[in-house]
Nanobody
Framework: VQLQASGGGSVQIGASLRLSCAAS????????MGWFRQAPGKEREFLAE???????????NYADSVKGRFTISRNSANDAIYLQMNSLKPEDTAVYYC???????????WGQGTQVTVSS
């Protein structure tokens, strides 16, 4: 399993960014996939995830800290997920990671991270 995150950058307060995570190595359609971030000096924080709910249905879950501003999505081939981030704030500054849970227990594969910096 390989995950490649991209799309980070330096933006101003209130801007938007769309992060991408390309997945390869397996068929990902039934795996839980998600986004996390880690700011300097802080623990890694869960942001959003997709959980397969059967058939072609996926349930999306969000951390309260980003609900309403961030949106997770996935492509039809189920080999990429995205994180649309709107109304960015300085406290959103962090390294953002995508991850996949292949065993239904915990996220066990991680991308390399992409830096997001929000400043005035």
């Amino acid at each position: 399993v390989q995950l490649q995150a991209s799309g980070g950058g330096s933006v101003q307060i209130g801007a938007s960014l769309r992060l991408s995570c390309a997945a390869s190595g397996r068929a990902f359609w039934r795996y839980r996939m998600g986004w996390f971030r880690q700011a300097p000096g802080k623990e890694r924080e869960f942001l959003a995830e997709f959980k397969w709910a059967g058939g072609t249905t996926y349930d999306a879950n969000y951390a309260d800290s980003v609900k309403g501003r961030f949106t997770i999505s996935r492509n039809s081939a189920n080999d990429a997920i995205y994180l649309q981030m709107n109304s960015l704030k300085p406290e959103d500054t962090a390294v953002y990671y995508c991850a996949v849970d292949t065993r239904g227990i915990q996220f066990d594969y991680w991308g390399q991270g992409t830096q997001v910096t929000v400043s005035s």
